[in-house]
């Protein structure tokens, strides 16, 4: 029984170079070697595998048989396994770390830390990127915890023990409620249903943030606080950044409450002290600060 042989990542290049430039004439000058020798290496490469992957008769140019279609993305798997391969330790070799485990405060900006990340993936494609968002203490509950390098947290991490920070901006927080609701018509507040962020985290455990009223829903995920708000189903704080769209378009407004919730939501990128940055994460925490700087003229984040 026939077993197809292990092809050679110099026959991978030289099949994909016919396939993505059309003729072994035209393999050859982007490979700098003549036609016969890509020819001779494709016919290698089909008899190691046992299978035609071109049709070279009764054409110009060579086409892709059913059998060379059917491995073409596997052997473009192998080139971009290989090429990730000689990425990863040569970014090893430059002193790299091979992983960065970010989390980041459900407030900051998330067009700013999109931005980043696709900054990061072009300057740092060796370096694997994992992201969690959380909310309040969950954000230094998990670098302390030595489960992310680096986090982006609010003002609940000024708190912390074995912590080290840098001040990336300022998000600012207003109390908002659907222009329907009793407090957008001079209702008071310990009447009303307040919706509160929480999390589940040992360091905010018991604490409460600009609490005002006895009647509140706790919620973990700031989306659904935000589509409740819209639903007029309670009141509450939340970043200008996420409103501004609904504030527009009234679908919320903007409460004027004599006792001034909300304000300035400070944001620090947080490391544990014993554990130092490298130069990729280093560089993230910068590119993070720069584009949080670029969104302030919005009134936004400052």
Not at 70 to 75: F, G
Not at 189 to 207: F, I, K, N
Not at 266 to 279: H, K
Request: charged share 25%; hydrophobic share 45%.
């Amino acid at each position: 029984m026939f077993k197809p042989g292990t092809p050679t990542i110099e026959q991978i290049r030289t099949f994909l170079a016919v396939v993505e430039e059309g003729s072994f004439a035209a393999a050859g000058r982007r490979l700098r070697r003549a036609t016969s020798v890509v020819s001779y290496s494709v016919a290698n490469l089909e008899s190691l595998l046992g299978v035609t992957l071109f049709t070279r008769e009764g054409t110009k140019k060579p086409r892709l048989t059913p059998a060379g279609e059917a491995v073409l993305e596997e052997l473009r798997q192998v080139e971009r396994g290989l090429e990730s391969l000689r990425a990863r330790v040569g970014g090893l070799a430059a002193g790299l770390e091979p992983r960065v485990a970010l989390v980041v405060d459900v407030m900051f900006p998330m067009p700013c830390l999109a931005a980043a990340l696709r900054d990061f993936a072009r300057e740092y494609p060796s370096v694997a990127l994992s992201l969690r968002i959380e909310a309040l203490g969950a954000v230094a509950d998990l670098v302390l915890r030595g489960e992310s390098d680096l986090g982006v947290a609010g003002p609940l991490a000024a708190e912390q023990a074995g912590l080290e920070r840098s001040v990336l901006g300022r998000v600012e927080l207003i109390p908002v409620a659907a222009p329907h609701h009793p407090l957008a018509h001079g209702g008071q507040v310990r009447d009303e249903v307040q919706l509160v962020l929480s999390d589940r985290s040992r360091l905010s455990e018991g604490q409460d943030f600009s609490v005002m009223s006895p009647r509140t829903w706790r919620l973990g995920d700031l989306g659904a606080k935000h589509e409740l708000l819209r639903e007029g189903l309670g009141w509450g704080t939340m970043p200008r950044w996420i409103v501004a769209d609904d504030l527009a378009r009234g679908r919320l407004v903007q409460l004027a409450l004599p006792e001034g919730p909300g304000g300035a939501y400070p944001l620090y990128a947080i490391r544990r002290a014993d554990r130092p940055l490298g130069p990729a994460a280093q560089w993230l925490v910068a590119r993070l600060g720069d584009l949080a700087a670029s969104f302030a003229p919005a009134g936004i984040l400052a």
